[in-house]
């Protein structure tokens, strides 16, 4: 069993953005170019009213450092 929950995309994008992640470029809506000086670039491909479950948000999580504690 995962320990990540379902999360609306526009609270994890801003969960990001407060554990260092910055958006460097942006294409179209949805396709946000972002860098982390740790984890190097992450392509983020979400609508802000999207639901990500625990499955994608554990994928999330292992590329970009993110942690069910920081949303």
């Known amino acids: 069993m995962s ?3 379902a999360v609306k995309a526009k ?3 801003d969960a990001l953005f ?3 992640w910055i958006k460097v470029r942006q294409r179209g ?3 946000l170019i972002l860098r982390h000086s740790n984890f190097g670039t992450y392509v983020w491909s979400f609508h802000d009213s999207e639901e990500i479950g625990p ?3 554990a994928r999330i999580g292992k590329k ?3 942690t069910p504690d920081d949303l």
Do not use: D, E, N, Q
Request: charged residues 20%; aromatic residues 6%.
């Open 3 to 5: 320990s990540w929950p």
């Open 11 to 13: 609270r994890v994008k």
């Open 29 to 31: 809506t949805s396709h």
């Open 18 to 20: 407060r554990i260092g």
């Open 55 to 57: 499955r994608m948000m």
């Open 64 to 66: 970009t450092g993110l």
